[in-house]
């Protein structure tokens, strides 16, 4: 699955930097083969956190485009990234994997039903406090 495509790295981050990040024999213009080797190295990283709870997305929620491109990013930068770069990827990790332990939701899976969560309350109670058959104050 494409999370976030060659277009949308363009828009999202410039075509003048993805130029300079991809644009290893100096032509002036963006690599499209290096570029889609990043875009597909961050997607196949998507997946390993993602797969297993939403083995496919008929639509790929904005905040998981957001983070692939973060992640596609980072690769593109090499041995090289900012520290900006560096902590975007960071935290597109930790947010990948609090999708992967159910603490984070992407929404419905394809059957419509919400995907199991480990987040949610539980209601425990010990019992009746007052009841008719009590002989209490009510």
């Known amino acids: 699955m494409m999370y976030i495509t060659r ?17 290893r024999s100096m032509q002036g213009v963006i690599d499209s083969e290096v570029l889609d080797m990043a875009i597909a190295d961050a997607n196949g990283e998507v997946n ?15 905040p998981l ?7 596609a990013r980072y690769y593109l930068y090499d041995n090289n990234p900012t520290e ?3 902590n975007e990827f960071d ?3 930790a947010w990948l994997r609090s999708v992967a332990a159910g603490k984070v939701s992407l929404g419905p899976n394809e059957a419509g039903k919400p995907t199991p969560s480990n987040n949610g309350a ?3 109670t010990s019992g009746h406090v007052f009841g008719r058959s009590d002989t209490g104050f009510i």
């Open 65 to 71: 485009k957001r983070k692939a491109g973060d992640i």
């Open 84 to 86: 900006h770069v560096k």
């Open 48 to 62: 390993t956190y993602i797969q297993e709870r939403y083995p496919s997305l008929s639509t790929v929620p904005f």
């Open 91 to 93: 935290n597109a990790i």
């Open 7 to 23: 277009s949308e790295m363009i828009l999202r981050f410039g075509e003048g930097e993805m130029i300079q990040l991809t644009d």
């Open 122 to 124: 539980e209601m425990v």
